[in-house]
């Protein structure tokens, strides 16, 4: 297990992981103003939907990654799709 490589997977991870939670907030602000003004929030609630799943992905592999380098996990090198 190269822990080095596994700590820059982390690294880069949580970077995307941030601005994900960006993304999410403010496509949440986004569609909330559309509702209270009247205009269709269909689109926008997709979009929001799509952040959070890819928030959740990075969360599992987050977790993936941490328990590899506690040495709780299979020792297979992660395949990054990030």
Known sequence: MDRALITNYLTELDQHLLETER?????REKVEMAE?????SAAGRTLL????QTRDRYLTERARLRALLDGQADQQLPQRDY
């Open 23 to 27: 993304r999410i907030r403010r496509q």
């Open 49 to 52: 939907r799509a952040f959070e």
């Open 36 to 40: 209270r003004s009247g205009r269709p």
